[in-house]
Antibody
Framework: EVQLVQSGAEVKEPGESLRISCKGS????????ITWVRQMPGKGLEWMGR????????QYNPSFQGHVTFSADKSITTAYLQWNTTKASDTAMYYC???????????WGQGTVVSVSS | DIQMTQSPSSLSASIGDRVTITCRAS??????LNWYQQRPGKAPNLLMS???SLQSGVPSRFSGSGSGTDFTLTISSLQPEDFATYYC?????????FGQGTQLEIK
């Protein structure tokens, strides 16, 4: 079965660092980009950017660039989304998704809830 | 950035109704348009890619059309499991952008 499995919910205080993960299985992990999508509470979907797991090349939405970092470890078929300094406004659900090669997101992780509050 | 605008933002309909959701791009995007369904508390699910290509496993009551700037998603006969939020998304240029969503509710 082709799937992406994300790490569990996180609760952080503002200023803390955070890394969440997305593990792919059932397909050739290095053959498809991994995209990250944010969904703030009660709001719509926002494309944050994507990473090519074969060489870790990244493309960021300018709205998120500089605040988050994408990385990948192809040896364990896992992609990561990282914050060095979290803010209350980072509170959201974060999804990883597979870009299917025609630039549609055909497989989604279950989502990781991130809550940042003092 | 390409802005994607969906209409309506919300819609009430009954089981068996035919429903159409519209998505308009702020510039021409060919057929680089995808549709997703998101049920409450769940991850989005890809319904349609390249404007009209139905994903495997998606019921045939869903159809998509359009090119350039104007696109539609049609559900021919609403079923209970179709009540959800629908999003369009352009894959023509970076950054990828989504419409604001259309919430489909039971009348």
């Amino acid at each position: 079965e082709v799937q992406l499995v994300q790490s569990g919910a996180e609760v952080k205080e503002p200023g803390e660092s955070l890394r969440i993960s997305c593990k792919g299985s059932g397909y050739s992990f290095t053959s498809y980009w991994i995209t990250w999508v944010r969904q703030m509470p009660g709001k719509g979907l926002e494309w944050m950017g994507r990473i090519d797991p074969s060489d870790s090349y990244t493309q960021y939405n300018p709205s998120f660039q500089g605040h988050v970092t994408f990385s990948a470890d192809k040896s364990i078929t896992t992609a990561y989304l990282q914050w060095n300094t979290t803010k209350a406004s980072d509170t959201a659900m974060y999804y990883c998704a597979r870009d299917n090669g025609v630039n549609a997101f055909d497989i989604w992780g279950q989502g990781t809830v991130v809550s940042v509050s003092s | 950035d390409i802005q994607m605008t969906q209409s309506p933002s919300s819609l009430s309909a009954s089981i068996g109704d035919r429903v159409t959701i519209t998505c308009r791009a702020s510039q021409r995007i060919g057929t680089y348009l995808n549709w997703y369904q998101q049920r409450p508390g769940k991850a989005p699910n890809l319904l349609m890619s390249t404007a009209s290509s139905l994903q495997s496993g998606v019921p045939s009551r869903f159809s998509g059309s359009g090119s350039g700037t104007d696109f539609t998603l049609t559900i021919s006969s609403l079923q209970p499991e179709d009540f959800a939020t629908y999003y369009c998304q352009q894959s023509f240029s970076m950054p990828r952008t989504f419409g604001q969503g259309t919430q489909l509710e039971i009348k």
